[in-house]
């Protein structure tokens, strides 16, 4: 089965830095790559996601990019801000697999003010 | 909007207890879920339903079960609780048919004492 690691578990960066979280995968038939985001005491929900025919999506200060030949895949948040604080989770999944995702083990993003 | 209800946010119960975790949405989705998140472990899918009455073992299947006798709700069963099954539980839908958006519900905190 589809095997994803993600690193780092923590990130501790100052607000306004940039961020980026990085995912590997193990599938190579896995075609769509979604960002969950949860803030603590909530339950996750998607901040974009990306399919394996593109390389880039950006939507405003949070960005996602895809490497397939390497197999892997990174969320990069610019002008970080204390409310991007939480865990996000990255996921690997495919059609053929009914688009079941498989999670990283996810990052602790902290923003200090 | 998607809603995904868990029955309950908190619960305890004695070891060897069999113990009823229900999951509705309101979405018509196809797929649904049942995830456990443990810290540093992130969430890993228990069982999984694409239809009413299928159901197919996710990647931690022991020690529970699962029923889908309509298609808005799914139920997480533990035949008999014991203590290392202690842990947050996340039910999702998504919709299917190359829609691909998991959809999750606010999560149930499951204390085995």
């Known amino acids: 089965g589809e095997n994803v690691e993600q690193h780092p578990s923590t990130l501790s960066v100052q607000e306004g830095d940039s961020a980026v979280i990085k995912c590997t995968y193990s599938d190579s038939a896995s075609n769509y790559f979604p960002w969950y985001k949860q803030e603590l005491g909530k339950r996750p929900q998607l901040i974009i996601d990306?399919?394996?025919?593109?390389g880039e999506k950006k939507d405003q200060r949070i960005a996602v990019t895809l490497n397939k030949t390497a197999k892997h895949f990174s969320l990069h948040i610019t002008e970080t801000q204390p409310e991007d604080s939480a865990v996000y989770f990255c996921a690997a999944s495919r059609s053929g697999g009914s688009y079941i995702p498989t999670f990283g083990r996810g990052t602790s993003l902290i923003v200090h003010p | 909007d998607v809603k995904v209800t868990q029955s309950s946010r908190y619960l305890v119960k004695r070891t060897g207890e069999k113990v009823f975790l229900e999951c509705v949405q309101d979405m018509d989705h196809e797929n649904m879920f049942w995830y456990r998140q443990d810290p540093g472990l992130g969430l890993r899918l228990i069982y999984f339903s694409y239809d009413v009455k299928m159901k197919e073992k996710g990647d931690i299947p022991e020690g529970y079960s699962v029923s889908r006798e309509k298609k808005e709700r799914f139920s997480l069963i533990l035949e008999s609780a014991s203590t290392n099954q202690t842990s947050m539980y996340l039910c999702?839908?998504?919709?299917?048919?190359?829609?691909?958006?998991?959809?999750f519900g606010q999560g149930t905190r499951l204390t085995v004492v």
């Open positions: 990306i399919r394996s025919n593109v």
């Open positions: 999702a839908s998504s919709p299917g048919q190359g829609r691909t958006e998991a959809f």
